[in-house]
């Protein structure tokens, strides 16, 4: 199936009305029955968590109810095993390497089924046998017109269940498996990876800022003053968290997720600035320095400042794709980038509102070497309720 056909079907998801309203639906149930109860144990036991681990397996999770319509699981007292996250962690690490390495060794590699091109194989293995238990579950569900009570709960609406829809009439009747498992392997490490990454910066930078920190939990109160525990979920009060998005935005200005983009022109071309690209080029976009350019941002480039996303009226200022790229730019931009903020949003809010979050002194702060902009050590934190 082409990109176009692809980029279509995608886009249509995102706008069916019963996504929209699946969304909150999953947000207050992996907050409910994972993120909250793990941190209730670690406040309890007086232990030490690793906010990245957390953030990843919530926002796995999470995305992996909207991809399939089933809670994996993984985010639950203790950090059960789960072969899917440590399977996304082998691919994720051998496609980088790819970057960095001749074609003709990793290839080598890959045919001789050696290092880490035999991990991935054995990755994508694992993968799409998970994907075909999915599969194999929701057709039957669909076919005995009766869903799984508890999955019901969550959503009545997923990836799995709409292209499945697809595929049995209409122009989408040929079904095809490598196109499935493609778009939900993208879903999964677009919706997991990028989120989970951000937040944890996030809650370093705001642990390093304390007067921004306490401009979010004052607009958090504002919005929700009563004393007492909350999971925030519904579109309506995140909307007007915009001090917390505003501080997101910031974030990602100066951690972006993707710190570099790659661009491959499909024939010879005159770029706006002069330069001439030939066909198959690597044009390399840095937004890692994009963020912190003096002539986009000012002279305080390097200062964490929420303020700067912030309009006179008091919402959120737009700044042009083509200084902010974080999202993409142009049709090929993230179709995905409200339900991003929404996500993470709500993560940020729930966790603040109910806890107390101490990043622990000492501990080695670095970027890890990797296409994704995570933290090298992961980050260390002991939480105590607030309620």
């Known amino acids: 199936m082409s990109g176009g056909k692809k980029k279509k079907f995608t886009h249509s998801f995102y706008k069916e009305n019963d996504f929209q309203k699946s969304t909150p639906k999953i947000i207050y149930h992996t907050l409910e029955k994972g993120l909250i109860p793990v941190l209730d144990h670690i406040s309890h036991q007086n232990g030490v968590l690793d906010l990245q681990s957390l953030f990843n397996r919530y926002m796995l999770d999470s995305t992996c109810i909207m991809a399939t319509g089933f809670d994996l699981g993984s985010l639950r007292v203790g950090f059960p095993k789960c072969p899917l996250l440590v399977a996304m962690d082998d691919i994720a690490e051998a496609i980088f390497r790819r970057h960095i390495l001749p074609e003709r060794v990793w290839k080598l590699q890959r045919w001789l089924r050696v290092g880490k091109e035999k991990k991935m194989a054995e990755a994508c293995t694992i993968f799409n046998q998970i994907l075909e238990d999915y599969v194999s579950e929701k057709s039957k569900l669909s076919a005995n017109n009766n869903n799984n009570q508890e999955n019901e709960d969550i959503t009545n609406f997923d990836v799995l269940k709409f292209y499945l829809s697809e595929a049995t009439g209409g122009p989408g009747k040929h079904a095809e498996k490598t196109f499935l498992a ?181 501990q080695i702060i670095s970027p890890s070497v990797s296409a994704l902009l995570t933290m090298r050590h992961g980050l260390n934190v002991t939480v105590s309720n607030r309620y």
């Open 182 to 362: 493609a778009n939900i392997m993208t879903l999964l490490f677009a919706g997991k990876d990028t989120s989970a990454a951000l937040l944890t910066w996030f809650f370093y930078l705001i642990s390093e800022n304390p007067l921004a920190q306490n401009k979010i939990l004052e607009e958090i109160r504002q919005n929700f003053p009563k004393p007492q525990k909350h999971i925030f979920s519904k579109t309506e009060e995140l909307g007007k968290l915009v001090y917390l998005q505003s501080a997101l935005c910031e974030t990602l200005r100066l951690f972006p997720t993707a710190p570099v983009i790659i661009r491959d022109p499909t024939q010879e071309d005159v770029l706006p600035s002069g330069h001439q690209v030939y066909r198959n080029t690597k044009v390399i976009l840095c937004t890692y320095a994009m963020g912190r350019m003096n002539e986009i941002w000012g002279e305080d480039f390097g200062e964490f400042k929420p303020e700067r996303w912030m309009s006179e009226k008091g919402g959120i200022r737009h700044v042009a794709s083509s200084s902010f790229l974080a999202f993409g730019a142009g049709p090929w931009a993230c179709p995905g980038r409200e339900l991003a903020f929404t996500r993470m949003k709500a993560v940020a809010a729930t966790i603040l509102h109910n806890f107390n979050v101490h990043v622990l002194e000492g």
